[in-house]
């Protein structure tokens, strides 16, 4: 269980510091994956400040994973599945893309979720 575990919260790790990083770099590319609809013009700071937040998302689990506790692991991963989650109800609030929404957002506050469990289990 502790691996699966370890390797969930990798993968969404790296995700999370890729989806960061193209936030930084190509902000429009990236940001129609989403969900919204449509990214106003004047939105690429913004994006490139929510390039670095996800960047520091995903390094504060792989710094966990390094310091090789996964209790804590777990919990913060379980505690920070809520970003997807909120991702999520955001973009349906502001009628975007449900495929995206539940397929993407929800999609990783799922596996986020088993993460935290299996490496609280484990």
Avoid: C, Q
């Avoid at 960061?20 to 940001?31: D, E, M, Q, S, T």
């Avoid at 919204?36 to 995903?58: C, H, M, Q, S, Y």
């Avoid at 929800?106 to 484990?122: E, K």
């Amino acid at each position: 269980m502790l691996v699966t575990g370890y390797i969930l919260v990798g993968i969404v790790s790296l995700g999370i510091i890729y989806v960061g990083l193209n936030y930084v770099f190509a902000p429009k590319k990236i940001a129609a994956g989403f969900g919204f609809t449509e990214v106003p013009e004047n939105a690429d700071t913004f994006l490139n400040v929510k390039g670095g937040r996800d960047i520091g998302a995903g390094l504060v689990p792989l710094t966990l994973m390094i310091y090789g506790d996964p209790r804590a692991l777990g919990w913060v991963i379980l505690v920070a599945a809520l970003w997807p989650v909120f991702d999520m109800l955001i973009v349906l609030r502001h009628r975007g893309k449900k495929a995206i929404a539940f397929g993407v957002h929800g999609g990783t506050a799922a596996v986020m979720a088993v993460a935290g469990l299996l490496l609280l289990l484990g």
